[in-house]
């Protein structure tokens, strides 16, 4: 008798916990290298989503956006930080992931912009067409940033060919640049980026702005990039920087649980206070700018949330 009342309990426990939107399996969170955006901002999300539900993440350093995507597909991780470009190019089975789409994944939000910010200790090169003949780092060969680097160069009528290209991820080009080894870096992050902003603390940086008429070609061509103004404050630069910047985005694998989805997007949302507190891209938060993706439908338990808040999103 007692081993049975034992027995009931424990199941009542367990159905209770699953009730409760809770989750045994802990999430791995796919963010970037560990002086980028992703990885500080990440690691604030996971922290707080880890402590205030039942459901249990855990950042984990990447190689950002397509290395995000694979490893998802993989089944290494289950969720990821990616760039709205790399996630329109994987659904679709372009530019990088040509004839090989990935669609096993959604949309748990947007968070905040990137920016496009093309670094130099060289006061010199004032516009991209200064680039040329230059050696730049445009990225990690195949990463979202070597096709931001591609597309901001062709809108000067410039390409790979036109300059020497390295090609590095966000740490290893300020290390460049503080040699004397390169000439301009390419980083594709929220501003202000740990790199860029441990290079500013000991050397003057210069950010190279793209002016109207070609932000208005590249944006023609690729609407995914929109006008982005980075403020002198940011780095201590001379005067603002104009560029273009993509949405960080969270995508999650579509057989994560609903109740975990739904634990994801609420935490970030009902406590965009206090991860602001914590990192400086908590306060770019919004929740019309987070259900504004329309490439890539969003997961049910995410829409969950959206539509307690009045908001519509396209689910699976």
Not at 54 to 59: I, L, P, Q
Not at 117 to 139: F, H, M, N, W
Request: proline share 2%; hydrophobic share 40%.
């Amino acid at each position: 008798m007692k081993k049975s009342i034992a027995m009931v309990a424990a199941l009542i426990l367990v159905a209770s916990m699953l009730f409760a939107g809770g989750s045994s399996e802990e999430l791995s969170f796919g963010t970037g290298g560990d002086q980028g955006t992703y990885y500080g901002f990440g690691s604030v999300l996971a922290q707080r989503i880890s402590a205030e539900t039942d459901t249990k993440v855990t950042a984990v350093v990447s190689n950002g956006s397509q290395d995000n995507i694979e490893m998802m597909d993989m089944g290494y991780n289950q969720l990821g930080f990616v760039q709205s470009d790399v996630m329109s190019y994987a659904y679709e089975g372009t530019n990088l992931f040509e004839g090989n789409a990935i669609t096993n994944f959604s949309t748990i939000g947007a968070l905040y912009m990137e920016q496009v910010q093309i670094v130099t200790l060289d006061p010199s090169i004032k516009t991209v067409a200064d680039l040329e003949g230059k050696t730049v780092s445009i990225g990690s060969s195949g990463s979202g940033v070597y096709y931001n680097a591609i597309d901001v160069l062709g809108a000067y009528g410039l390409t790979e060919e036109d300059i020497t290209p390295t090609y590095q991820s966000f740490g290893d080009s300020v290390d460049a640049l503080q040699d004397g080894k390169i000439d301009a870096a390419f980083v594709v992050a929220g501003a202000p980026t740990v790199a860029v902003s441990t290079l500013a603390s000991t050397r003057d940086v210069y950010l190279v702005s793209i002016d109207d008429e070609h932000i208005d070609n590249l944006i023609a061509s690729s609407p995914y990039y929109s006008k982005n103004i980075i403020d002198a404050s940011v780095y201590g630069t001379d005067e603002d920087c104009q560029t273009v910047a993509i949405a960080a985005v969270i995508i999650a694998n579509d057989d994560v649980a609903d109740e975990d989805a739904y634990n994801i997007i609420s935490t970030i949302f009902n406590d965009k206070d206090s991860i602001a507190a914590s990192h400086n891209k908590g306060e770019e938060l919004d929740l019309e700018f987070a259900a504004s993706i329309t490439n890539v439908p969003y997961h049910p338990g995410a829409a969950k949330y959206y539509e307690e808040n009045g908001l519509t999103v396209p689910v699976k």
